[in-house]
């Protein structure tokens, strides 16, 4: 009885913030922008965020506008009560849950063609990634970042290395319209991962008992790619290497591929220079589920396995 009124209690502490106007008073937070279904891994954002002493608003918002047509929008999964209570224990001031009337509000088709017109940066066009795969996804990111940091004006906002192409989109972002966000800083997050290499994320509650085994090739795959980079393997040898893994655990590869860190388009050779920020990134499908993982080629992702 008593924990249940304790809890209740320190549930009331953190802010459920609806509308962007009561934002207001938490202008200067560290934001930690999410489509829900939290796990470990937004949890770490979230604490590292906090670490800084800013109050944290975690934004839960599944955004129409970076699916396309035919991916999981309707069918994300949302878990709102779960979310609330990992929030409150990672250390979040407040979570903001708007409508998507109310990020949207001349309705989803309007902002789609608004998002298209945007200007992005070349690393959301250029790498042939995550752009040429989700061609109007890294727009609608864009888009609801923007407006996230116009209602919240966070100091800092925290993303995960996990979604590396994202990242390096937002940072890209920032830099280009630094005037708009006054001296916001974007922090980079590590990928946390289960303990069999698998990185978390929302989708992976889409994978079947049976389908777990070959899900861990990707991490399999990249811990191959820092394998080969430690052997001062060339770049092609190191990513025919993580095509081969990714065979053996029957995943069905969009790419997996070796580049560079800030611009990730190619480079020609593990250059001293290079190969300590060299980024292999893999994106994979297992049956109806689409994977992504990437890591530095100078780390050490733990599980190598079969
Ligand atoms: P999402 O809810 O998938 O849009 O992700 C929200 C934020 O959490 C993004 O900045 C992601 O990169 C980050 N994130 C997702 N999965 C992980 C993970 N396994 N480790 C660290 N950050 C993550």
């Known amino acids: ?17 609806e509308h962007a106007e009561s934002l207001t008073p938490l202008h200067g937070c560290a934001l930690v922008a999410t489509m829900g279904a939290l796990h470990a891994g937004h949890a770490s954002l979230i604490k590292q965020a906090a670490s800084d002493g800013r109050p944290v608003v975690v934004s839960l918002f599944v955004n129409p506008t970076q699916f396309s047509k035919g991916e999981d929008f309707s069918k994300y999964p949302r878990t709102l009560e ?45 790498p042939k990634l995550e752009d040429a795969q989700r061609p109007t996804h890294f727009a609608g990111v864009c888009q609801v970042v923007a407006k996230l940091f116009d209602m919240c004006q966070p100091a800092a906002a925290n993303f995960g290395e996990k979604d590396f192409q994202q990242l390096r989109v937002i940072q890209e972002m920032v830099r280009r319209e630094g005037a708009r966000w006054k001296k916001l800083v974007v922090h980079a997050c590590p990928t946390i991962r289960e303990s069999d290499g698998l990185a978390m994320s929302s989708r992976n509650r889409y994978l079947q008992a049976n389908q777990r085994e070959n899900a861990r090739g990707l991490s399999r795959a990249l811990a191959a790619a820092q394998e080969c980079a430690r052997a001062d393997m ?33 480079i020609e050779n593990f250059e001293p220079k290079l190969k300590s920020g060299a980024r292999a990134l893999i994106a994979a499908r297992l049956d109806g589920v689409r994977l992504i993982d990437n890591a530095s080629c100078d780390g050490a992702i733990s599980d190598r396995g079969g």
């Open 1 to 17: 009885m008593r924990k249940r009124a304790i809890k209740g209690e320190y549930l009331r502490h953190m802010q459920i913030v």
């Open 82 to 126: 779960a979310d609330r209570e990992l929030c409150q224990s990672a250390g979040a001031a407040a979570i903001f849950i708007p409508s998507v009337q109310d990020m949207y509000p001349y309705g989803v088709d309007a902002a789609n063609a608004e998002a298209i017109q945007l200007q992005l940066p070349l690393v959301a066009t250029q």
């Open 234 to 266: 060339d770049i092609a040898a190191a990513e025919s290497e993580m095509l081969r893994v990714l065979a053996r655990h029957q995943l069905l590869v969009e790419y997996a591929v070796i580049r560079a860190p800030d611009t990730l388009l190619p």
